[in-house]
């Protein structure tokens, strides 16, 4: 079956520490994995998917097969970055997303 | 830019009541899709739409639910006689593509309660 796990619901740390949203994954092929986040008041939108390899606002994230993580990273924090954040699966010959029950990030001042 | 709309943005129904939620996808894209979130849940799929039928649905897409693409612009998630559990923000998505390329363009959400 496939699943993602965030463990955690709330994240919170200060502006200019190093953030790691943790994500783990359930699914026996290939999948895509993405990072949704969604701002107050917005709508959700793509951070960014393993396949782009790119980093966006600063963040980053690496697929590990081995572990079956993609966990979502920072260096510094900016209190602009304060959101929900959805990891998401997408595998096999469907083309719908798998979501993660989210991880609140709040980065104080 | 374009971007994925709803509406209405809140609907408060009675239960045992039809109700039909309004999307219009980005006018290019050729996957629609409908996804919802209870509240303090995560964002569940519910049935993905191209070529004007419904390619994949998921369990909780029961006989109650429905989608169409009446007019080749709105794309509609019809319930047909609400449940309190209905209660739940939905969420109208469009790509380009299924796979791949195709990133999920979200609208705002449609906060749906059931009374």
């Known amino acids: 079956a496939q699943r993602v796990t965030q463990p955690e619901k709330l994240l919170s740390v200060f502006k200019g520490a190093p953030v790691e949203l943790k994500c783990n994954y359930s699914y026996s092929g290939s999948p895509e994995l993405f990072w949704y986040v969604q701002y107050s008041r917005q709508r959700l939108q793509l951070l960014l998917r393993?396949?782009s390899r790119e980093s966006i606002k600063g963040f980053t994230a690496d697929l590990n097969k081995g572990e079956t993580s993609f966990h979502l990273k920072k260096p510094f924090a900016q209190e602009e970055d304060s959101a929900m954040y959805y990891c998401?699966?997408?595998?096999?010959?469907?083309?719908?997303?798998?979501f993660g029950t989210g991880t609140l990030l709040a980065v104080q001042p | 830019e374009p971007e994925v709309t709803q509406t209405p943005s809140h609907q408060v129904t009675q239960m045992g009541q039809e109700v039909i939620l309004r999307c219009v996808p980005i006018s290019n894209h050729l996957y629609f899709y409908w996804y919802r979130q209870i509240l303090g849940q995560k964002v569940e799929f519910l049935v993905s739409f191209y070529n004007n039928e419904i390619s994949e649905k998921s369990e909780i897409f029961d006989d109650q639910f429905s989608v169409e693409r009446p007019d080749g612009s709105n794309f509609t998630l019809k319930i047909r006689s609400t449940k309190l559990e209905d209660s739940a923000m939905y969420f109208c998505a469009s790509s380009k593509a299924g796979r791949n390329t195709g990133e999920l363009f979200f609208g705002e959400g449609s906060r749906l309660t059931v009374l």
């Open positions: 998401a699966l997408r595998g096999g010959a469907t083309n719908k997303l798998i």
């Open positions: 393993h396949i």
